[in-house]
């Protein structure tokens, strides 16, 4: 998986718990927006117990079945493609 792809998990699955992920700062780096969606990811299932954790990534992993990754995390905010953009031409 590369590291787009695991934030578009990731927001997939923040969004499924009820919460709006994290836009990336101007300088920060796709891994560096990585990490830190990771942490507030980490919190959120912390917060919410692990049962729930289990259960949003089961529902996650049948939308992306049916969607594939990319249209399941959509809408991107654009700041998120400008990163993506930034990483692949650097």
Not at 13 to 40: F, K, V, W
């Amino acid at each position: 998986m590369t590291v787009f792809q695991q934030i578009l998990w990731m927001f997939v699955n923040i969004r499924l718990l009820g919460r709006e992920p994290r836009s990336p700062r101007n300088r920060e780096s796709l891994i560096h927006y990585a990490a830190l969606l990771e942490i507030q990811y980490s919190r959120i299932c912390v917060d919410l117990g692990t049962a729930r954790h289990r259960e949003v990534a089961t529902i996650a992993g049948r939308i992306i079945a049916l969607l594939g990754l990319t249209q399941a995390a959509e809408p991107l905010p654009p700041r998120i493609l400008s990163l993506f953009d930034r990483h692949e031409s650097g």
